[in-house]
């Protein structure tokens, strides 16, 4: 079955970085265009970026707009986000979601946490 | 940008129907996906291609679109569909996804 588990998340400062991981299974990754989504807490969905299945095409959220660069490493089957500049909107939880072709999203992983400390 | 509107809130009595809109320019024109979101948990999609059903999902769960509003059905509503419910269209010209704020569903 369909598998997508995000990890990476954490605590993080004002400024820093982190890198987001989805270890993907159960389907053929390498043809499969993917993407991140969040959701702030207590708010709704936002998409925060697409990537193709060769790697080759992606696109981004204003929001998140030259910080953030979405990834992949085919032969490994998984999916990353490198967010830099974080800041405390960027305070959400991470979903990776598998495109359907159509641009709807078909499989979501759980989610990754990712908070701010002062 | 693209802006989808939701309701914030709709309730509906068990056994009823519950029809969940989502406004849009001109989104009878497009492709419209729905997603249930349970608390706690990941979103499920519900809905794509504005009128298909994923598989194991049911049956009285269904979609329409026509001028500038979309729209999920949910007949003989049960307690177990009470959840968050979004719309979702993707612009296949920028490459783009946008969401609705989202509606929650009380089931009274």
């Known amino acids: 079955q369909v598998q997508l588990v995000e990890s990476g998340g954490g605590v993080v400062q004002t400024g820093r970085s982190l890198r987001l991981s989805c270890a993907a299974s159960?389907?053929?990754?390498?043809?499969?265009?993917m993407h991140w989504v969040r959701q702030a807490p207590g708010k709704g969905l936002e998409w925060v970026a697409f990537l193709s299945n060769d790697g080759t095409t992606d696109t981004y959220a204003d929001s998140v707009k030259g910080r953030f660069t979405i990834s992949r490493d085919n032969s490994r089957n998984t999916l990353y986000l490198q967010m830099n500049s974080l800041g405390a909107d960027d305070t959400a939880i991470y979903y990776c979601a598998r495109d359907r072709e159509d641009g709807s999203f078909d499989f979501w992983g759980q989610g990754t946490l990712v908070t701010f400390s002062s | 940008s693209y802006v989808l509107t939701q309701p914030p809130s709709v309730s509906v009595a068990p056994g009823k129907t519950a029809r969940i809109t989502c406004g849009g320019d001109?989104?009878?024109?497009?492709?419209v996906h729905w997603y249930q979101q349970k608390p706690g948990q990941a979103p499920v999609q519900v809905i794509y291609s504005t009128t298909d059903r994923p598989s194991g999902i049911s049956e009285r769960f269904s979609g329409s679109n026509s001028g500038n509003t979309a729209a999920l059905t949910i007949s003989r509503v049960e307690a177990g569909d009470e959840a968050d419910y979004y719309c979702?269209?993707?612009?296949?010209?920028?490459?783009?996804?946008?969401f609705g704020g989202g509606t929650k569903l009380t089931v009274l």
């Open positions: 979702q269209v993707w612009d296949s010209l920028i490459y783009h996804c946008f």
């Open positions: 001109n989104i009878g024109r497009k492709s």
């Open positions: 159960g389907f053929t990754f390498a043809v499969s265009p």
